[in-house]
């Protein structure tokens, strides 16, 4: 029997609306996946050892607060210093409000995908399962 796809949904810096991360948690979850949500306020070393110590394939990052360029590439960093690797095994993903010209540097910075306002739950939850970096098995 295969293991179940494992995602932490986080929320980093100070961004106190969690609707979008709890309705994609929720999606998660009824697609059958493993959900690990963070909570508020975490910050991006917070949400890093969650990932390790929770072992996920996904990490989903919701944020409102305007400081996307700021946190979720550090959030990368990050998992890169924890895993002790120099490329990701673990998708890295963003929603949110997030304007279309940051999306190139996110990502750069190691972000695979941005999902912005109006995205289906359906879509996120689709890529998700297309694009795992790792096998689950």
């Known amino acids: 029997m295969a293991r179940k796809i494992r995602v ?22 009824d ?15 917070e949400l890093a050892r969650m990932a390790v110590d929770e072992d996920v394939d996904v990490v989903a990052l919701s944020i409102l607060s305007g400081a996307h360029s700021t946190l979720l590439p550090k959030v990368v ?10 490329s990701l ?3 890295v993903l963003a929603g949110g409000i997030i304007p279309e010209e940051d999306i190139p540097a996110l990502k750069a910075a190691g972000v695979d995908e941005v ?19 790792r096998e689950v098995a």
């Open 8 to 29: 932490l949904v986080g929320k980093p810096g100070l961004d106190g609306h969690d609707r979008g991360a709890k309705v994609i948690a929720r999606a998660y979850r």
């Open 89 to 91: 095994d673990v998708l």
């Open 115 to 133: 999902f912005g306002p109006g995205t289906s739950t359906q879509e996120i939850v689709e890529y998700t399962k297309t694009h795992l970096k």
């Open 31 to 45: 697609a059958g996946m493993e959900v690990i949500y963070s909570g508020l306020h975490r910050t991006p070393e």
């Open 77 to 86: 960093q990050c998992l890169l210093r924890e895993k002790g690797q120099s």
